[in-house]
């Protein structure tokens, strides 16, 4: 497991978005972040999910978070534009954006995969992770550093049968953290990518639906690296993957 101490106040005052927060790893990013100090920015395709996520938050006592409700698979270009300059006139700037949010599609053999699933997919982990990365930079370069965290997986650097669109979308994720990585590498905004290793979530589930998910790590276990990456910690930490379980 990737080891960093989770401090109290290691997060107070930054603003962090959370893709794909109302579940899986992105719930728990959310509340952990949260109860480190960081205001949070919800954002996700169930609106129910997403308030589940607020209420637990504003429960805790926690720095009250906003909700964004947004489908990637059919937001616009525009959408992600005007959702950065609302973030910007609301908080002034976004300290950190995990971009977490994706879909596993179906597992199947090559010849089998299903054009529609195909297009979705490369929609919602590539085309929407760029776009929301595109918009959200501006934002993110007001604050005084930032950090830009794409997801990835063992499938995102090492093709794997069956797992189709999903293994090539997250070789692209991987692609993209390192174009913008080496782009801004002498500014303010760091850019990296984590692979969760095998967590027990819904989507894990549907990935391996035999599995019992006691047997490996949850969500809350692999939140070192996490926090890590969005704590001033990391300000130097810029174009790397780095394993959550490594
Ligand atoms: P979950 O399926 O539990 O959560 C995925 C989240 O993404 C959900 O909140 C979901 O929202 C949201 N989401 C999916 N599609 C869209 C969409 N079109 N628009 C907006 N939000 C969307 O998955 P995990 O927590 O397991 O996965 C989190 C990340 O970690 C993913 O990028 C995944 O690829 C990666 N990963 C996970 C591993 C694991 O073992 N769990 C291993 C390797 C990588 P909603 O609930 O509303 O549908």
């Known amino acids: 497991m990737f080891e960093y101490d989770l401090k109290d106040n290691s997060l107070t005052d930054k603003v962090i978005l959370v893709t794909g927060a109302g579940s899986g790893i992105g719930r728990q990013a959310a509340l952990t972040y949260a109860r480190l100090g960081a205001t949070v920015i919800l954002l996700g395709k169930t609106v129910a999910k997403l308030e589940s996520v607020y209420d637990e938050i504003v ?5 009250e978070p ?10 616009t ?12 006139q609301q908080f002034g700037k976004l300290d950190g954006a995990l971009l977490n949010a994706s879909m596993l599609g179906e597992l199947t053999p090559y010849t089998n995969i299903h054009q529609q699933i195909w297009d979705d997919i490369i929609k919602v982990n590539v085309t929407a992770q760029h776009l929301l990365a595109q918009a959200l930079i501006p934002t993110m370069l ?4 930032a950090s830009l965290v794409f997801t990835s997986s063992g499938v995102g650097n090492k093709g794997r049968a069956f797992w189709g669109a999903y293994s090539v979308s997250k070789f692209a994720t991987e692609g993209l953290m390192e174009v913008i990585a080496d782009e801004y590498e002498d500014s303010s905004l760091r850019v990296n990518a984590i692979n969760p290793g095998a967590t027990a979530t819904p989507m894990r589930a549907r990935a391996y639906p035999g599995e019992d998910q006691s047997t ?9 690296l ?20 490594g």
């Open 226 to 245: 996490y926090v890590y990456l969005m704590a001033d910690d990391s300000l130097k930490t810029n174009g790397q993957v780095i394993k959550a379980q």
């Open 59 to 63: 429960q805790a006592g926690y720095p």
């Open 77 to 88: 270009q525009q959408n992600y534009i005007d959702m950065s300059n609302t973030i910007a």
């Open 66 to 75: 906003a909700i964004i409700p947004l489908d990637l698979k059919g937001a």
């Open 142 to 145: 007001k604050a005084p550093t």
């Open 216 to 224: 490996i790590a949850c969500a809350e276990d692999i939140m070192p």
